[in-house]
């Protein structure tokens, strides 16, 4: 059974630093890239960040500079870093899995954690 589990969103200040786990299993993890997503209220969910097997990463436009990922294959699991936090930066976060073999899509979410940015 695949599971994605969500864990380290709360209520921060702005400028704060919050990091988000995501504990994987049920899947090969370390074949997966990993993704964190966000959606805010009334908006569209939003790619932030993505790292692929050998570590490669990408982000966000938004978040650049800001937001790190990482990955430990060994614990099945994947941060995000997030520092210097801004109001816009709230939303809830999702951890996705994602590969394709053979034709084949897989594509798996966590059920969420919010993340909210106030003073």
């Known amino acids: 059974q695949v599971q994605l589990v969500e864990s380290g969103g709360g209520l921060v200040q702005p400028g704060g630093s919050l990091r988000l786990s995501c504990a994987a299993s049920g899947f090969t993890f370390s074949n997966y890239a990993m993704n964190w997503y966000r959606q805010a209220p009334g908006k569209e969910r939003e790619l932030v960040a993505s790292i692929i097997s050998n570590s490669g990463t990408n982000y966000a436009d938004s978040v650049k500079g800001r937001f790190t990922i990482s990955r430990d294959n060994a614990k099945n699991t994947v941060y995000l870093l997030m520092n210097s936090l801004k109001p816009e930066d709230t939303a809830v976060y999702y951890c996705?899995?994602?590969?394709?073999?053979?034709?084949?899509?897989?594509?798996?979410w966590g059920q969420g954690t919010q993340v909210t940015v106030s003073s």
């Open positions: 996705n899995a994602y590969a394709r073999s053979f034709g084949r899509v897989f594509d798996y």
